[in-house]
């Protein structure tokens, strides 16, 4: 009897834990990551690939200040993508799932020309889903790319500043399947991965400047 009852004791206890920790992490932790950084005018400004979000889909929408000049920051958002200057983020964790990523520390003049239409990888001959193709380009303001519209913004922020604002529609899967993908797995690990990318910029284009 009381070796059942320690059992029932050990798992209530262990089933308290679990619950405060997703309440911590649905009203504390995710409210915080899914808009990192940016400003409440940042959150509800219509973005220009704001149009290719699908209907009811999760978005995130982030934001960082670097203290360079838009001129500065904009030749490494350009050559953002696998085939290009990579995505500056936690390659190491990328390549654990064969993305084969190699992050550039310097700026690759052939990357430069962006058309809309040309492919945009995340992973190395990926199958479908792992690429896709840049909608928008607005040279120094604007980068928009995949079917969803991930979508990076530059604007001025005075005094040789720049505001990254990176904005992320996601469409989560149907039932419960889909749903545990997107928001126990996907959901934060995107986060640590975008926000890498976001420091990865602002690491490289600041260091242009020194």
Do not use: C
Request: charged share 20%.
């Amino acid at each position: 009897m009381s070796k059942r009852f320690g059992f029932f004791t050990w798992l209530g206890a262990i089933l308290l834990v679990l619950a405060v920790a997703i309440l911590a992490y649905v009203f504390l932790v995710r409210p915080w990551h899914m808009r990192w950084g940016a400003r409440d005018e940042e959150i509800s400004a219509p973005l220009p690939g704001d149009g290719w979000a699908p209907a009811g889909a999760e978005v995130s929408t982030r934001s960082i200040t670097i203290h360079a000049p838009v001129s500065q920051v904009w030749p490494w958002v350009a050559q953002l993508g696998q085939e290009r200057g990579g995505f500056y983020s936690y390659d190491w964790l990328e390549n654990l799932f064969l993305a084969n990523m190699r992050n550039a520390d310097r700026l690759l003049p052939e990357t430069q020309r962006l058309q809309v239409g040309d492919r945009f990888s995340y992973m190395k001959d990926g199958p479908p889903g792992t690429y896709g193709e840049i909608l928008l380009v607005e040279p120094e303001h604007t980068l928009v790319v995949g079917a969803g519209g991930w979508t990076w913004v530059l604007e001025p922020a005075g005094e040789g500043a720049t505001r990254l604002i990176v904005r992320y529609p996601f469409t989560v899967g149907a039932g419960l399947l889909g749903k545990f993908f997107y928001y126990a797995w996907f959901e934060p690990a995107h986060f640590v991965m975008e926000s890498g990318m976001m420091m990865g910029i602002k690491e490289r284009a600041e260091a242009m400047g020194r």
